[in-house]
C-alpha cells in the first residue's frame, strides 16, 4: 500500500474493454511526512476520491481485478481509501485530506 494525493482525472474516450466501467485518477506518491516522492501514477477509483483528496493506493493490479471480477484488467493499481486527516502527536504536524 502506498500514501498520496489525487492531483487530476483522465478523461479517456477510447478505453480497453476492461477499462470501460472504471473511474481513472491520477495520483503523487507522498512520504509520510506528505513531501512528493516519485512520479504519479494512473489508478482505478472504486470510492469516488476527489482531486485533492489524500489516498491509501495499492500499487497492484490484482486488487482491480478481484473488485472487478475480471482478470488481467490493464493497470497498475487502485485507491482501496480515502484519507480525511492523519494527525501526527509526537510531531505535532496534521495533514489534511
Known amino acids: 500500500m502506498?500514501?498520496?494525493?489525487?492531483?487530476?482525472?483522465v478523461i479517456s474516450t477510447i478505453k480497453h474493454e476492461k477499462l470501460k466501467s472504471i473511474k481513472l485518477m491520477i495520483v503523487e506518491p507522498l512520504d509520510p511526512d506528505g513531501k512528493v516522492i516519485?512520479?504519479?501514477e494512473i489508478v482505478g477509483d472504486f470510492l469516488n476520491a476527489a482531486?485533492?483528496?489524500?489516498v491509501i493506493w495499492g500499487a497492484d493490479g490484482q486488487i482491480i481485478s478481484d473488485a472487478m471480477g475480471v482478470e488481467n484488467i490493464p493497470l497498475r493499481g487502485s485507491i482501496i481509501g480515502i484519507?480525511?486527516?492523519?494527525?501526527?502527536?509526537?510531531?505535532?504536524k496534521v495533514i489534511k485530506g
Open 83 to 92: 484519507i480525511d486527516k492523519i494527525d501526527m502527536e509526537k510531531l505535532k
Open 38 to 40: 516519485g512520479k504519479e
Open 2 to 9: 502506498r500514501f498520496g494525493r489525487v492531483i487530476g482525472n
Open 51 to 54: 482531486v485533492g483528496s489524500l
